[in-house]
């Protein structure tokens, strides 16, 4: 079993930074995508960016030229950093992996953590 762990949520100003982290652990052989959601209340879980192994990066519009996905595989890691956040940035965000684990390919979520912007 795999386990996902979040950590750098918090509450911060609009205008102002936050670094996301998840870090993997378990029986893992390698990761193909590592990704980040957000799902705010009353509203759909939306991808927010997705690395994807050999560099390729996917954002959502509204992150493009704010938000930063990035991954340490040494550590199975990912990470988000997140710049100009705005109130509309408010939800809990959520880390995705597709991992393999001997023959076999699963995905795991972590249980997210709460990032809360204020005006």
């Known amino acids: 079993q795999v386990q996902l762990v979040e950590s750098g949520g918090g509450l911060v100003q609009a205008g102002g930074s936050l670094r996301l982290s998840c870090a993997a652990s378990?029986?893992?052989?390698?990761?193909?995508?590592m990704g980040w959601y957000r799902q705010a209340p009353g509203k759909q879980r939306e991808l927010v960016a997705v690395?994807?192994?050999?560099?390729?990066?996917n954002y959502a519009d509204s992150a493009k030229g704010r938000f930063t996905i990035s991954r340490d595989n040494a550590n199975n890691t990912v990470y988000l950093q997140m710049n100009s956040l705005k109130p509309d940035d408010t939800a809990v965000y959520l880390c995705?992996?597709?991992?393999?684990?001997?023959?076999?390919?699963?995905?795991?979520w972590g249980q997210g953590t709460q990032v809360t912007v204020s005006s």
């Open positions: 995705n992996m597709y991992v393999r684990e001997s023959t076999a390919w699963t995905n795991y």
């Open positions: 378990g029986r893992i052989l390698s990761i193909d995508r």
């Open positions: 690395h994807i192994t050999g560099g390729n990066t």
